[in-house]
């Protein structure tokens, strides 16, 4: 039976979901760094594309400037992609948070009301929380593996 005799097995049963919402805010506090250091380089490309094309505009380019924008532009592309990646993440493991605290909350509500007919929307809630953690793990390993192909770029152009 899903519902606890005591109040100790209670506090066990939301532990679990407490314990991931600490799994997710670790994540959390990964994705939303790796967001920061996207951003940043996206600004250091515009920054370094607007300089490109001002000089080019005083001056005749070489083929190295030609070469250098073209991959800024390729760069940027990618990295823009990469934060829309980074969001979805943080957005799974945001909602997964939500749906942990949920769990804890209905698990101490279906105690105190001595209500046997939460445990399926109880592990229904747990089971979706664990799915939007597995999406946002997804999501970031796509990222990561976008992040690689950003840097070949950057090294083929040398």
């Known amino acids: 039976m899903f519902i606890a005799n005591?109040?100790?097995?209670?506090?066990q049963l939301m532990l679990a979901?407490?314990?991931?919402i600490s799994a997710c805010g670790l994540l959390l506090l990964g994705m939303n760094n790796k967001y920061s250091l996207v951003v940043n380089r996206i600004r250091l490309l515009n920054d370094e594309k607007r300089k490109l094309v001002d000089q080019s505009e005083e001056s005749d380019t070489t083929l190295s400037d030609n070469v250098r924008l073209e991959s800024i532009s390729k760069q940027i592309e990618k990295l823009v992609y990469r934060v829309k990646l980074v969001?979805?993440?943080?957005?799974?493991?945001?909602?997964?948070?939500?749906?942990?605290?949920?769990?804890?909350?209905?698990?101490?509500i279906s105690y105190l009301f001595k209500m046997d007919n939460f445990q399926y929307l109880?592990?229904?809630?747990?089971?979706?929380?664990?799915?939007?953690?597995?999406?946002?793990?997804?999501?970031?390993?796509?990222?990561?593996?976008?992040g690689y192909e950003i840097i070949n770029l950057e090294v083929d152009a040398e």
């Open 87 to 108: 969001k979805l993440a943080v957005q799974n493991y945001t909602v997964a948070v939500a749906l942990f605290i949920l769990t804890s909350i209905l698990i101490g």
């Open 122 to 146: 109880i592990t229904i809630i747990f089971l979706l929380g664990m799915l939007l953690v597995l999406a946002g793990a997804v999501f970031a390993a796509y990222e990561t593996k976008k």
């Open 6 to 11: 005591n109040i100790v097995e209670v506090i």
């Open 17 to 20: 979901p407490g314990l991931l």
